[in-house]
């Protein structure tokens, strides 16, 4: 078992049906820690390259609608980093299968989830599925100063005359 970092997103459908509470408190049961945390309005450039791998599936635009809350009218996601003993893991055993049909009904996705009419899952919220990916979305999502843990290597730039720390 090692230690490792996770990204997980509340999707805009689950802050609209108000089960930010609900989700955490699931996910508090994997007693991992939360080392970063934030609200975003998703750009579609922030969509496009979160979704990047999945470009040429027939859902793409549908799930780019969706991330950047146009198919729910809010777009609004929260953003979490948890660290800790097996986080990828644990955090996708709470969320439960992608589909939420196949989701175990006492998963995060089982017990909120549902498949449009379009054959979209919206299934409330994203986890990151291995090291590699976690480490790109995170980076993704994140600036290294938002996350309390020093997770990946960084450098420092100056814009203008403010020093900032960057992924390397």
Not at 28 to 43: D, F, H, R, W, Y
């Amino acid at each position: 078992m090692k230690e490792q970092a996770t990204l997980v997103i509340i999707k805009p459908d689950g802050l609209k049906k108000s089960l930010t509470g609900n989700i955490l408190t699931r996910l508090s049961e994997t007693k991992l820690k939360i080392i970063g945390a934030k609200m975003v309005k998703v750009s579609k450039d922030l969509a496009a390259k979160h979704y990047a791998h999945l470009k040429e599936k027939p859902f793409y635009s549908e799930l780019i609608k969706y991330i950047t809350g146009r198919l729910h009218g809010d777009n609004r996601v929260m953003a979490l980093v948890y660290w800790g003993e097996d986080a990828i893991a644990k955090v996708r055993k709470i969320a439960g299968a992608t589909n939420p049909e196949e989701a175990e009904p006492t998963s995060i996705r089982g017990a909120y989830g549902r498949i449009l009419t379009s054959g979209l899952y919206e299934n409330v919220v994203h986890a990151s599925s291995s090291e590699e990916e976690a480490e790109r979305e995170i980076k993704l999502w994140f600036e290294p100063d938002e996350i309390v843990y020093p997770l990946y290597p960084i450098k420092e730039i100056t814009l203008g005359r403010v020093k900032k720390k960057v992924w390397k």
